[in-house]
């Protein structure tokens, strides 16, 4: 498995060794201690992952995801000591793909990454060509790109295999506990990361979002998108 990992931590330690764990994975690593040296280094070097500290000096982690999704789409897993629920909806709120926290073992952090990567390659090489429309949207699964008429609307990896796979499976209540089994890829993991990426979903792409016309509640089952709305299109 081959990939370029920018780890963002203070803590040049604990940054050496998780560099060590995902060089032997033949990952190529590069470590920054703060934001600011993230942006500056980002700048001339092609990124495919960022692990992510939140407690940096100068600018927090929070506030360079912010400002590092305004533009790009690069997946993002924070790594923090802070564990309390707010940071981690706050860090998936703003953009970031997983959240693991400290202590942890650098294999678990290493598995992480690797269902990543392996996420991003099979949404890369996927063979099949489909347009999935719903309403004004027109859902990409080629180039994996959402837009509304001719505006491209910015989706975090995350965010798009959520609305994909409620596309692909639409009318069908999804239970969130099926979504995170087949969206983060596990049986077990905090639901509320289901909610979190939903709620993000709709301020993106409905008018109303306290009363979605599109991504709305089964009461008691889950979550779906309307097939009433939905239509597929194979290229010709």
């Known amino acids: 498995m081959k990939g370029n990992v920018l780890i963002v931590e203070d803590i040049t330690d604990l940054a050496d060794v998780v560099s060590r764990y995902l060089v032997k994975e033949g990952f190529e690593v590069r470590a920054v201690t703060s934001a600011e040296d993230a942006f500056s280094l980002l700048e001339k070097w092609l990124c495919n992952l960022i692990i992510l500290d939140i407690n940096l000096p100068g600018m927090d982690g929070f506030e360079f995801l912010t400002r590092y999704k305004k533009t790009r789409d690069t997946p993002v897993l924070i790594m923090s000591a802070r564990t309390s629920e707010e940071d981690q909806i706050t860090g998936l709120g703003i953009g970031a793909d997983e ?100 709620q993000r979903l709709r301020k993106k792409i409905e008018d109303d979002p306290a009363n979605p016309a599109w991504i709305v509640t089964a009461r008691g089952m889950g979550y779906k998108l309307n097939r009433s709305t939905v239509q597929e299109a194979l290229p010709q």
Request: hydrophobic share 40%; glycine share 4%; no cysteine.
């Open 99 to 198: 959240y693991i926290t400290k202590p942890f073992s650098p294999r678990v952090l290493t598995a992480r990454v690797r269902s990543l990567f392996r996420r991003m390659e099979g949404l890369a090489n996927s063979e099949t060509k489909r347009i999935i429309v719903f309403g004004p949207y027109m859902i990409d699964m080629d180039t994996r790109k959402l837009k509304k008429g001719d505006t491209s609307i910015e989706l975090s990896a995350k965010e798009y295999a959520l609305l994909s796979f409620l596309a692909e499976n639409a009318e069908k209540p999804m239970s969130p506990e099926m979504i995170y089994e087949k969206v983060w890829e596990g049986l077990y993991g905090d639901l509320t990361t289901v909610a979190v990426h939903i």
